[in-house]
């Protein structure tokens, strides 16, 4: 299967009925697989290293999933090459009493990425189009009556058209967002239940709450279907996983999010010629020192002190071009 497959960005409609859960990529290709996931996670290191020197846009990535479908071991295997300094992931529980105070998307504006930084969501704002209509508790919110008086239909196409233009309003300030809703089956999700009861060192992910998130199912299903039709769209794509076979679960997610930070294509920022000049006076400057550094600390402990001693020339031109290019 490949990813174009599971792309859906408004262009064709989404029956996720007809979607499969599992890629059934035999046992023997899982190595294989593993080992592209590392390779994918590797370039993305390098592309989010670029991302946050030059600084112009920023990714904002959006997990969705029913409960075991692997989100968390996704989102620390594929993104186990980026710098943390990078990257800050998110998990969004239920809403506290402050954020029910406020309008639905407060919460995540709070999480949003500086340009240079990715986000991650480990459940996001979708919660309050997906959870929120399912148990119905909207319709005990503490809001005006013009809020609220509608049908479900109506009150919920208003909150997919608002985060389409949330993510628009994004898109055209810098920003790239992509959602992913990793596709689990109902039977994978029963085994991963039942491995979390019988296994006691996984006893800790397992709540009763699941249970009943799992006898509305089919609610789920029709909650996703309609939310991914809605909220689709070419700046704001999503990638429907197919989730049984987590190794390639991984790999699918890594592509994706490898694919984005490519079309994003980050440089490092070139450093203007005066600039280089003076690194070069820098340098000759320090191999001038150096047979003096040599006698005073030793051949190897003056070499270090010179890389040092360089790279803190390197910083302060940088940070030199910066304060110009402000003023």
Request: proline share 4%; with cysteine.
């Amino acid at each position: 299967m490949d990813l174009k497959h599971c792309r859906f960005d408004g262009s064709k409609p989404l029956k996720l009925k007809e979607l499969p859960t599992s890629g059934d990529i035999d046992k023997t290709e899982k190595e294989n697989y593993i080992a592209l996931t590392q390779e994918n996670t590797i370039r993305i290191g390098e592309l989010q290293d670029k991302l946050y020197a030059e600084g112009k846009e920023g990714l904002l990535i959006a997990f969705q999933a029913m409960d075991a479908a692997g989100k968390d071991s996704t989102i620390k295997h594929v993104l186990s090459g980026v710098n943390p300094q990078g990257v800050h992931v998110s998990s969004f529980k239920g809403p506290s009493k402050e954020d029910l105070a406020h309008d639905y998307l407060w919460r995540v504006y709070q999480k949003l990425p500086a340009r240079g930084m990715i986000a991650v969501l480990n459940r996001s704002y979708y919660e309050d189009v997906l959870v929120v209509r399912v148990r119905g508790l909207h319709r005990n919110y503490a809001m005006p009556e013009r809020c609220l008086d509608m049908d479900d239909d109506e009150f919920f196409d208003r909150r997919y058209k608002r985060i389409s233009q949330f993510e628009g309003h994004l898109y055209e300030n810098g920003y790239r967002v992509i959602k992913i809703y990793l596709n689990v089956g109902l039977f994978e999700q029963e085994k991963r239940f039942l491995s979390r009861i019988d296994d006691q060192s996984k006893n800790w992910k397992f709540s009763e709450n699941d249970l009943a998130e799992r006898d509305l199912w089919p609610e789920y299903m029709d909650a996703y279907e309609k939310t991914i039709n809605a909220t689709a769209t070419k700046h704001a794509p999503w990638y429907v996983i197919p989730a049984d076979q987590k190794f390639y679960a991984r790999w699918l997610v890594s592509e994706a999010i490898l694919g984005e930070l490519r079309d994003m294509d980050p440089h490092y920022p070139e450093m203007p010629q005066d600039q280089v000049e003076r690194l070069a006076e820098s340098k000759a400057h320090l191999l001038a020192l150096e047979d003096v550094e040599v006698r005073m600390y030793g051949e190897k402990k003056a070499a270090k002190r010179a890389d040092k001693a360089l790279r803190k020339a390197m910083q302060r031109a940088t940070e030199q071009e910066s304060t110009e290019q402000e003023s």
